[in-house]
Every structure is written in structure tokens, then in C-alpha cells.
């Protein structure tokens, strides 16, 4: 399984795009990339998935270049509502032998 | 339609004590895997279970035992519990994995408190 970096956290404000980057240098050719968030005490939350190039549906875009060694995603005009834990995964496996980090998380502030 | 639901909510056992925890999944899946969750790290996977088996597991002890019903509800048993045990216990469901692309769905999860 691919291991992900990513930052450990990140501050903005209201109405600010945020932009988490994750590497994963030794992805495989059948690795998908999946984002999660997570509030305290509450479990994982899928954001968005994607293989290649970009994919963005209602909360997210996510911007992955063409040689998969890494990826972006991007929230739009954040909220503070979106103050959580968001993990970075790799995996070939339907997402459950998957191997969450420590993910990035995110403060945003008023 | 109802998600993934687990029980209960918080549970406090003695060290040595055995505990089980439920959890219940979203309407039409046949999947479920368990995570611990320590505070302050992401959820580390302990198994997977799919048509009554355990299909995939963890580095987790053998303490840590599960059972998968017909009904697709799971249970995770954790005996001869330990201090270092006390987490958040995550269950996740989904439809019979066919890649990466299968999406997850967790549920709330159950904190366990070991004293």
C-alpha cells in the first residue's frame, strides 16, 4: 500500500480556498486517491475520490497531475464549519485494508 | 434510509474485562470493517468481513475477534481489554469491495474507556 504525506495543519479564514497537497510517491498503477474528513469524535466522511487529471463535485475539487505522485485537494471558500481532520488515502482495495495517516488538519478561523 | 450505526456510544470497562460492540450497515451493503481510532491519530484498520467471513485483518492481537451476520450486522469482541485499548472504535461499510474506487461509509463510533 502507498504511503501519503501530508501537512500535519494548516490555518485560513472564512472565504479563503484551501489547498491541501498530498504525495504519495510510490502509488500503483490500480491506486485510487480518496480524501476523508473527520470532526472530533465523529467517524470519517468521504469527500472525493479520483484516478486522474481532476474530478470536483459539490464540496470539493481534487487536481491530480499526470504522473499520480501526488494530489491536491481544494475546498472552496471555506467555512468554519469546515475546522476538521482531512485524510489522504491510497489504496487499490475498496478502501478497507487502508492506511489513514495522521491527515492535515485544518483551522479556519473568523 | 438509515447509515451505518453502531453501538453503544460510550463504554466504560475494567481493565481485563471483555467488551463487544455492534454495528449495523447502511441499507444494501454487505461489507463491514473495524478501525481503532487512539486520540489524536487516524484510524487504524483491525479487520474486514464479507458474506460471514473475516476477509482481511490488521495488525491487531487475537483479543480482538469478530463475528458477521446474515443480516450483514457485525460485531467487534475485544477480550482481556487492556488500558492501551481505550479508543474510538469505527465500523465502515460498503458494498462488496471491487477496487479502489468502492466508497467507505463509517459510522459514529463507540469510545471505549478502559480504567
Known amino acids: 500500500l502507498a504511503k501519503t504525506t501530508q501537512p500535519i495543519s494548516m490555518d485560513s479564514y472564512e472565504g479563503q480556498e484551501v489547498n491541501i497537497t498530498c504525495s504519495h510517491n510510490?502509488?500503483?498503477?490500480?491506486?485510487?486517491i480518496t480524501w476523508y474528513q473527520q470532526f472530533p469524535s465523529q467517524g470519517p466522511r468521504f469527500i472525493i475520490q479520483g484516478y486522474k487529471t481532476k474530478v470536483t463535485n459539490e464540496v470539493a475539487s481534487l487536481f491530480i497531475p499526470a504522473d499520480r505522485k501526488s494530489s491536491t485537494l481544494s475546498l472552496p471558500r471555506v467555512s468554519l464549519s469546515d475546522t476538521a481532520v482531512y485524510y489522504c488515502?491510497?489504496?487499490?482495495?475498496?478502501?478497507?485494508?487502508?492506511?489513514f495517516g495522521a491527515g492535515t488538519r485544518l483551522f479556519v478561523k473568523a | 434510509d438509515a447509515g451505518v450505526t453502531q453501538s453503544p456510544t460510550h463504554l466504560i470497562k475494567t481493565r481485563g474485562q471483555q467488551v463487544t460492540l455492534r454495528c449495523s450497515p447502511k441499507?444494501?451493503?454487505?461489507?463491514v470493517s473495524w478501525y481503532q481510532q487512539a486520540l489524536g491519530q487516524g484510524p487504524q484498520f483491525i479487520f474486514q468481513?464479507?458474506?460471514?467471513?473475516?476477509?482481511q485483518r490488521g495488525n491487531f492481537p487475537d483479543r480482538f475477534s469478530g463475528h458477521q451476520f446474515p443480516n450483514y450486522s457485525s460485531e467487534l469482541n475485544v477480550n482481556a481489554l487492556l488500558l492501551g485499548d481505550s479508543a474510538l472504535y469505527l465500523c465502515?461499510?460498503?458494498?462488496?469491495?471491487?477496487?479502489?474506487?468502492?466508497?467507505?461509509?463509517f459510522g459514529q463510533g463507540t469510545r471505549l474507556t478502559v480504567v
Open positions: 488515502l491510497v489504496d487499490n482495495t475498496g478502501g478497507f485494508k487502508t492506511i
Open positions: 510510490n502509488i500503483a498503477t490500480n491506486d485510487y
Open positions: 465502515a461499510s460498503s458494498l462488496t469491495p471491487r477496487g479502489g474506487d468502492t466508497e467507505a461509509f
Open positions: 468481513y464479507y458474506e460471514e467471513e473475516e476477509r
Open positions: 441499507s444494501g451493503h454487505d461489507t
